[in-house]
C-alpha cells in the first residue's frame, strides 16, 4: 500500500480498493488530477524559488525542494509501504545527509486543511523519519490563492499518528478484501477515475442513490425501511411511501411522489412528464422571433471566465451547419474589451431571449452589467431575458436519468461532442495548458468544446418546445 492509496481510502474505500486492483482498462483519465498536479507544480516551485528537483540525489545535494520520491518500509507488524511525499522541504536539524533534515508538504487546493492532507503528512513523516534518520515534528501544507504562496505548520503529534497507524491496518485489511461497496454519498464520484465503472455497477444493483434527489441519508432511510433497491422502491404506492418518509414532514407525500415518479422512469427509460405547461408555453412563445444559446467557460480558482460562446439562432428549423457561432476569448482577462463584443451581441437583437445551462451565465452577465454601471432598470431588463434551461427542464420534466446535468441529458437526446470525453474540467485542463504552451491548439479545442456545450442547448431547448407542440 501506498500514500496514494491512504488519500483515496480516506474518501471512498472502494476507491482505494480500485486503485489498487482494479483493471486499469475501466479507469478514465481524470483532468482533476492533471490540473491538481500542474497547480502542485507550480505553487511548490513558487515556495522553493525553482530550488526544487527529484529523487534521491536531490535530498543528498541539499536542495530546498524534493519531488518525486518513493521510500518504501514496514510499518507495523511488518506491513510493507511506500510513501511518495508530494514535496520534501529543507530545514534546520541533522540527517544522514549531513547538517538539514526534510519535512514533508503537501499542496492544498481551497481553503479548507482536511483529514487527506493531515494524513498524508503523518504517514509520510512514519517512514521518512527512519529513512533520513531524523525525527520530524511537523509538516507543511501549502496553498496558493491568486498567485501568493501561503504554508500552514502542522504538527504531527501522537495522537495523529495513532490515528493514521489504525486507519493505514483498516486499509490493509480492505485491501486484501473483496471490492468494498459504492460510496452511499454519490457527490464523491464526480471527479473520480472510476465514475463510468461505478455507475454501471449501481444500474446494475438498482443502487438507490442512482435517483435524482436520493442522497445518502435517504437512501439509509429507505434500507432501514426495507426498500433496498430501485425495484422495490418502485413499486410501491405513494401513500406507502410518504408515511416512511416523515423526516420530510409536511413535504413526505411530494417527496414520495417524485421519487416514485424519478425510480419508474429510471427503470422504464420513459421520461415523464409534469403539468407545468405555462413554462414551457412561455419558452415557446418567447423564442418565436429568435434567440441565443450562451455558454461559459471559466477557471474558478483565478475568477477568469476566459471564453464567452454566444449560438445564434434566428429559426429552430434552421439547419445546425448554418447556425452563427461567435466565440468571445477573453485572454488576459481584460475584462473592458471583452464586456464590449458580449453587450454588442446582446443588444444587436435586444429582444432575443438568451438560453442558457444553470446559473453561471445570468450571474456573469447580471455582474458584467453591475461593473458598467447600468441603472437597476437596465439591469432588470437584461436580467429578464435569460432562461435556465436546467431549471426549466427540472420543473417540466421527470427524465429517466441518473442526474440532470447538460451532459447527460443531451446524450441521452443523442447528442454527440465531436471531442470524446469531454468535460468543462477538461477544458479547464486545456486552457491551462495553453496559459503554459501558448500553443493555440488548445484554444481550437476549447473553442470546439464550447461550441459544442451551446448546440447541447439547444438540443434540450428543442425537446422542451417540440414537446410542447406536439400537445398543442
Ligand atoms: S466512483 Fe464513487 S464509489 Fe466508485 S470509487 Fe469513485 S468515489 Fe468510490
Request: glycine share 6%.
Amino acid at each position: 500500500m501506498n500514500s496514494l492509496h491512504l488519500k483515496s481510502f480516506i474518501r471512498c474505500k472502494r476507491k482505494a480498493w480500485l486503485d489498487c486492483k482494479g483493471k486499469k482498462s475501466d479507469e478514465i483519465w481524470s483532468p482533476h488530477k492533471a490540473i491538481d498536479k500542474i497547480n502542485q507544480f507550480q505553487i511548490f516551485s513558487e515556495f522553493c524559488n525553482g530550488d526544487i528537483y527529484s529523487g534521491l540525489k536531490a535530498c543528498k545535494n541539499g536542495y530546498k525542494g524534493v519531488i518525486g520520491l518513493k521510500i518504501k518500509g514496514n510499518f507495523f507488524q511488518n506491513i510493507n509501504a511506500e510513501i511518495r511525499p508530494q514535496l520534501l522541504v529543507k530545514t534546520k536539524g541533522k540527517s544522514l545527509w549531513g547538517k538539514y533534515k526534510y519535512l514533508p508538504a503537501v499542496y492544498k487546493l481551497g481553503h479548507k486543511t482536511t483529514k487527506e492532507h493531515l494524513f498524508d503528512l503523518a504517514f509520510s513523516s512514519m517512514l521518512l523519519e527512519s529513512f533520513q534518520e531524523s525525527k520530524i515534528e511537523k509538516g507543511l501544507v501549502i496553498s496558493g490563492f491568486y498567485k501568493k504562496v501561503n504554508v500552514e505548520e502542522i504538527y504531527l503529534n501522537e495522537k495523529l499518528r495513532k490515528k493514521v497507524l489504525n486507519t493505514l491496518l483498516n486499509l490493509n485489511e480492505c485491501l486484501e478484501g473483496f471490492i468494498p461497496e459504492i460510496t452511499k454519498d454519490r457527490k464523491k464520484c464526480t471527479i473520480c477515475s472510476w465514475q463510468k465503472f461505478c455507475d454501471k455497477a449501481a444500474k446494475e444493483n438498482g443502487d438507490l442513490t442512482d435517483i435524482d434527489g436520493i442522497g445518502s441519508k435517504t437512501a439509509s432511510l429507505l434500507i432501514t425501511n426495507g426498500i433496498s433497491d430501485t425495484q422495490t422502491l418502485a413499486s410501491y404506492s405513494e401513500k406507502q411511501l410518504g408515511e416512511k418518509l416523515s423526516k420530510f414532514n409536511d413535504q413526505k407525500f411530494e417527496k414520495a411522489s417524485i421519487f416514485l415518479k424519478q425510480a419508474q422512469s429510471y427503470i422504464s427509460g420513459e421520461p415523464y412528464r409534469l403539468s407545468n405547461k405555462n413554462e414551457t408555453n412561455d419558452l415557446l412563445e418567447k423564442t418565436r422571433l429568435g434567440f441565443y444559446i450562451f455558454d461559459i467557460e471559466s477557471n474558478p480558482d483565478e475568477n477568469h471566465d476566459f471564453l464567452y460562446g454566444f449560438l445564434k439562432i434566428n429559426n429552430l428549423f434552421t439547419k445546425k451547419e448554418k447556425l452563427i457561432y461567435k466565440p468571445i476569448l477573453n485572454l488576459k482577462n481584460n475584462k473592458g474589451e471583452s464586456y464590449k463584443k458580449i453587450l454588442e451581441i446582446l443588444f444587436l437583437q435586444k429582444d432575443w431571449p438568451v438560453l442558457h445551462y444553470g446559473e453561471t451565465e445570468k450571474i456573469a452577465i447580471i455582474n458584467i452589467a453591475k461593473n458598467l454601471n447600468f441603472s437597476f432598470e437596465e439591469i432588470d431588463s437584461l436580467a429578464s431575458r435569460f432562461i435556465d434551461l436546467h431549471s426549466l427542464i427540472r420543473k417540466s420534466w421527470i427524465l429517466p436519468l441518473k442526474n440532470y446535468g447538460l451532459k447527460t441529458i443531451s446524450n441521452w437526446l443523442g447528442f454527440e461532442w465531436m471531442q470524446k470525453n469531454v468535460s468543462g474540467s477538461k477544458a479547464l485542463y486545456w486552457w491551462i495548458q495553453y496559459q503554459i504552451t501558448e500553443n493555440e491548439i488548445f484554444l481550437k479545442k476549447i473553442i470546439q468544446y464550447n461550441k459544442d456545450d451551446c448546440l447541447a442547448t439547444l438540443q434540450i431547448a428543442e425537446y422542451l418546445i417540440k414537446n410542447q407542440l406536439k400537445k398543442n
